[in-house]
């Protein structure tokens, strides 16, 4: 807050004693007008002397009432504004420097609900804003954490490379640890690339009409050599002629990372099945698997980023897909529900608008 000065202090008081004299003099001027014509009617004879007197004396009484208006009023107005506007103005330099945890208590006395408005305001703006600090500082341990397994296992494979007399075999074993281990940091920068442009809505759906069904299947078949080495069945019932105005590439990543997902969770002998049906408006693809499945907790967070569920799979995932999937869902307005019981499957069940 800004400090008083010597020079503020002569300038109120300079003020002050201007308004107090011009008050006084205006008002005295109206009494003897007043006076004067009350002696004129009632043929009253006023000496000069009863005269200056009363004027003086009318002076004296104004400057005096007004001073004490005057001074009630710096006395309501220090509590009623000034003494709010420094609690605010300490609560928002508290925020500015960074302190979200600042909340302003309600202001009890009446003729402050302006004021309580702006302190609700800023409350508000403080929650927010700490969420979003949170959020930030989660989301960069997050990355920094997903970030160090990969490394730590690089370093460890680079070490065992280090060794002279290494056999073929293990070269190549090690070697592939960190392909593997790179190429998931990769996957980890790109999703979190992806995840960015789509929350800073950097990426404009580019719509254009395509077969639903044919787009299904194609990313579905991406997936063979994974479903034919975990001996996993796959089940499809999907429509025909389903034509859809949406962005190709964005819904590509939908249903990659559903079926991926898919196929991860669930073991050798297991079914996938992809069902597309159609109504005029809508489009529902369900992408179920007899997986392990999930508890009802587990379900409840599966969008948020860097969620996941099952850590023993951590390795082959980081938490990302379902969040860029739940993303893109909602920029293209869509839905997205999940059921999943745990030992039996899961189901995702995607509905979008066809037009
Ligand atoms: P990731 O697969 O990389 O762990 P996702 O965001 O794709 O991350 O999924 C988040 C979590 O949701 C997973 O860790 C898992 O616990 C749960 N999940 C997603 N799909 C399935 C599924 N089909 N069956 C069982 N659990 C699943």
């Given at each position: 807050m800004k400090k008083l000065t010597l020079k503020d202090v002569l300038g109120s008081v300079n003020s002050f004693l201007l308004f107090f004299l011009t008050v006084g003099f205006i008002v005295s001027c109206c009494?003897?007008?007043?006076?004067?014509?009350?002696?004129?009617?009632?043929?009253?004879?006023?000496?000069t002397d009863n005269i200056a007197t009363a004027a003086k004396v009318t002076f004296g009484n104004v400057v005096l009432i007004t001073f004490l208006f005057k001074f009630a009023d710096y006395i309501r107005r220090k509590i009623m504004v000034e003494r709010p506007t420094k609690i605010i103005t300490e609560a928002t330099e508290k925020i500015m420097s960074g302190d979200f945890s600042v909340r302003i208590p309600p202001m009890q006395n009446s003729g402050m609900e302006g004021f309580n408005q702006i302190a609700m305001a800023i409350n508000q703006m403080a929650e927010e804003l700490g969420s979003v600090e949170t959020l930030r500082t989660d989301f960069i341990a997050n990355v920094s954490h997903e970030m160090k397994t990969p490394l730590a296992v690089m370093q460890n494979y680079g070490t065992l490379l280090q060794a002279p007399d290494l056999s073929d075999e293990k070269r190549i074993e090690y070697a592939k640890g960190v392909t593997d281990s790179s190429r998931r940091m990769a996957d980890m920068m790109t999703n979190i690339l992806k995840l960015n442009r789509l929350e800073n809505q950097q990426i404009y759906p580019q719509v254009s009409e395509f077969d639903l069904g044919e787009q299904l299947c194609e990313c579905l078949l991406q997936y063979e050599?994974?479903?034919?080495?975990?001996?996993?069945?796959?089940?499809?019932?999907?429509?025909?002629?389903?034509?859809?105005?949406?962005?190709?590439?964005?819904?590509?990543?939908?249903?990659?990372?559903?079926?991926?997902?898919?196929?991860?969770?669930?073991?050798?002998?297991?079914?996938?099945?992809?069902?597309?049906?159609?109504?005029?408006?809508?489009?529902?693809?369900?992408?179920?698997?007899?997986?392990?499945?999930?508890?009802?907790?587990?379900?409840?967070?599966?969008?948020?980023?860097?969620?996941?569920?099952?850590?023993?799979?951590?390795?082959?995932?980081?938490?990302?897909?379902l969040a860029l999937v739940k993303r893109v869902i909602d920029i293209m307005q869509g839905e997205i529900g999940v059921e999943s019981a745990v030992g039996v499957g899961t189901t995702f069940t995607v509905k979008i608008r066809r037009t």
């Open positions: 009494m003897m007008l007043f006076v004067s014509i009350l002696a004129d009617t009632m043929e009253l004879t006023l000496t050599n994974v479903w034919e080495k975990a001996a996993i069945d796959i089940e499809t019932d999907i429509a025909e002629d389903v034509k859809v105005k949406a962005d190709a590439e964005l819904l590509g990543h939908v249903w990659n990372n559903l079926f991926s997902n898919a196929f991860k969770f669930t073991p050798s002998g297991g079914t996938v099945t992809v069902s597309l049906s159609a109504t005029e408006h809508h489009a529902v693809v369900k992408v179920r698997d007899t997986g392990c499945g999930m508890t009802p907790q587990v379900g409840a967070h599966i969008f948020e980023k860097f969620y996941q569920g099952d850590t023993s799979h951590s390795v082959q995932g980081n938490g990302l897909g």
